[in-house]
């Protein structure tokens, strides 16, 4: 097993103002609380979670002796922490510096480390973890023990801190890139392939952009995909799809496409959910495991989960679509009047949520909804959709091109690789969180969020880091959530 972490922007500000202020330039510490999670999913790799979500300043009280190279713990202070983790289901992190520039961990860190775990496992069980963070030189390092195997270090694969990009750092530098990622290599540096390969990515959705987006992030060298998709492949689909076979009509997407990148043999550990969001409470277990999320669906209950995921689980979510549509000229025949790909960049304190930027509204989901019980009324033309059901937008669907799905699920792909390793230089009228090509105009644009400062998502943080409870999302529909093994 290796274990990810994830820090918030603000909580790793926090943490740094504080570690790197000591009057005297000693070693200072702090305690980090931390969520797991870490549901079962079949076939996906062991790796948990580790999500900050509080910060406890040690102070003079915690602290017997200090220099510029060691740091004693007062262990009288750790009960009421083990209390804390006990009873809020958190699990107890340790964070330290090391202002004489020490890039490893120390003999004495051993120590510390092996004596707060055994305080805990005594009080909490020998199943508690130990998340150890060492801050040198504005870089992290981390690992993670278990109570019940107190000396054998759990590495970690990356130590996630997102602002307006994905900071990553703990990185395994000592793999050198296979030769297909040569080129990125060169372009990016041989950190970035590192970085990438340390990530598991989720891709909901794989239709006209999700299948694009899908073989090239392991063409990317994303070391571990999630494929979710409940539907079969159609052949009306086969105009605007990537790594689908004619043999592939009529079977599940998310297996075939499966089939396809580990025909590719790149290393890319793809992980199968033949299910919606909504419907498989194991699709949304495996959402939740995952440190990015492109969003390629054209269900805007499923975005809906999606969007939520974002707060509670502290995610990186790309969302893409295309919205178009078709006029006729004076002679009756079709021209596309418009035709755009949309790219929403959203992390949990930066950009604004699917709602905020009307890709959900309630009037979508009713529409849907309403659809999904009576399919006939997708026949109705929008005048009659409106007067006699309250249905505003008509039935007509976006044209699904290739050309435009595939150039969107490319400019998704990039938005990550942006994340990563910021090559962009953005004009300032262009939203990082917000952009549409047209391509009828050709030209790039942003849209306008709406300005809602009630917004419990992107806004208020409401639910940032909050508990879910005892259902999936705090919502008793995708049912209880399992108990931690
Ligand atoms: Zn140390
Ligand atoms: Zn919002």
């Not at 915690?62 to 004693?72: A, E, L, M, N, R």
């Not at 790309?318 to 549509?325: A, H, L, Q, R, V």
């Not at 595939?406 to 998704?412: E, H, L, P």
Request: glycine share 8%; net charge negative; hydrophobic share 35%.
């Amino acid at each position: 097993m290796s274990a990810r972490i994830t820090i918030l922007g603000s909580k790793e500000k926090e943490l740094k103002e504080w570690l790197q202020s000591h009057p005297e330039n000693h070693e200072r510490g702090a305690i980090i609380l931390f969520k797991r999670i870490s549901r079962p999913v079949e076939n996906l790799i062991d790796s948990d979670r580790f999500i900050a979500v509080d910060i406890i300043k040690m102070d003079n009280d915690w602290v017997i002796d200090s220099s510029k190279s060691h740091f004693k713990i007062n262990m009288r202070k750790f009960p009421e922490i083990y209390f804390r983790c006990e009873s809020e289901n958190l699990e107890l992190g340790f964070a330290h510096n090391h202002p004489n520039g020490f890039q490893e961990f120390s003999a004495m860190d051993d120590i510390n480390e092996m004596n707060i775990l055994k305080g805990l496992s005594g009080c909490n069980g020998i199943k508690s973890f130990l998340i150890s963070l060492v801050l040198c030189d504005n870089n992290w390092i981390g690992r993670v023990r278990r109570g019940d195997t107190p000396e054998n270090i759990i590495s970690v694969r990356h130590i996630a801190i997102l602002d307006d990009k994905i900071n990553l750092h703990g990185i395994d530098l000592s793999k050198s890139s296979p030769e297909s990622l040569k080129r990125q290599e060169a372009a990016f540096g041989l950190p970035f392939n590192q970085k990438i390969n340390s990530l598991r990515v989720a891709v909901v959705g794989l239709g006209g952009t999700g299948s694009p987006v899908a073989t090239l992030l392991a063409r990317t060298g994303v070391g571990e995909l999630i494929l979710i998709d409940g539907d079969d492949l159609e052949a009306s689909n086969m105009n605007r799809v990537r790594g689908y076979k004619g043999d592939d009509i009529g079977k599940k997407k998310a297996k075939s496409l499966t089939k396809f990148i580990e025909s590719l043999n790149l290393n890319t550990k793809v992980t199968t959910i033949c299910d919606f969001l909504d419907k498989d409470p194991i699709a949304l277990d495996a959402l939740s495991s995952a440190d990015v999320i492109f969003g390629c669906t054209d269900d805007i209950s499923g975005r809906d989960l999606i969007n939520q995921s974002v707060y509670y689980f502290n995610q990186v979510l790309i969302d893409s679509g295309i919205s178009g549509f078709i006029g006729d000229d004076k002679d009756g025949n079709p021209f596309l009047r418009t035709q755009k790909g949309r790219v929403s960049c959203i992390l949990p304190e930066f950009g604004c949520c699917l709602r905020c930027q009307n890709v959900v509204n309630e009037q979508k989901l009713y529409k849907e909804q309403r659809f999904k019980e009576n399919p006939e009324l997708k026949e109705l033309d929008a005048e009659t959709l409106e007067k006699e059901h309250y249905i505003v937008g008509g039935g007509v669907q976006s044209p699904g091109i290739g050309a435009f799905t595939s150039a969107t699920a490319d400019n998704a792909v990039a938005t990550l690789m942006n994340l990563v390793s910021e090559f962009r230089k953005c004009s300032s009228e262009l939203r990082q969180d917000n952009i549409w090509i047209d391509f009828i105009h050709m030209e790039i644009h942003s849209n306008e969020p709406i300005d809602d400062p009630e917004c419990i998502y992107c806004r208020k943080h409401t639910i940032l880091n909050s508990s879910e409870g005892k259902y999936r999302l705090g919502i008793p529909q995708l049912g209880e959530i399992p108990t931690n093994v």
